[in-house]
């Protein structure tokens, strides 16, 4: 299983970005799928996250700016980020609970960070 995100870059504050992970493999199915972020020196933490009925959690800080979507057709997740904030700068990290053919049992996958930098 691999878990594929692109997205990230240099915004200014205030601006948008859009972040896709799209997971791949013999994936049976998927449960949750959602967003940490690692600042410099700080611990990875909870961004937002959605569960296969659609129902959606956010950390309190980016609650009213980020929106967390599922295309579940294609096992793809999406974290639109709009009025970034400097405080927003992080690595991004996909993030699923899944089980595979082989594996029916839930497991915990991540994909590779993606940076995302809001400077002026």
């Known amino acids: 299983v691999q878990l594929q995100a692109s997205g990230g870059g240099l915004v200014q504050p205030g601006g948008s970005l859009r972040l896709s992970c799209a997971a791949s493999g013999r994936i049976l199915r998927i449960n949750r799928m959602g967003w940490y972020r690692q600042a410099p020196g700080k611990r990875r933490e909870l961004v937002a996250a959605?569960?296969?009925?659609?129902?959606?959690n956010y950390a309190d800080s980016v609650k009213g700016r980020f929106t967390v979507s599922r295309d579940n057709a294609k096992n793809t997740v999406y974290l639109q980020m709009s009025s970034l904030k400097p405080e927003d700068t992080a690595v991004y990290f996909c993030?699923?609970?899944?089980?595979?053919?082989?594996?029916?049992?839930?497991?915990?996958?991540w994909g590779q960070g993606t940076q995302v930098t809001v400077s002026s």
């Open positions: 993030h699923a609970i899944l089980a595979t053919v082989d594996l029916s049992l839930e497991y915990n996958y």
């Open positions: 959605i569960v296969s009925g659609g129902s959606t």
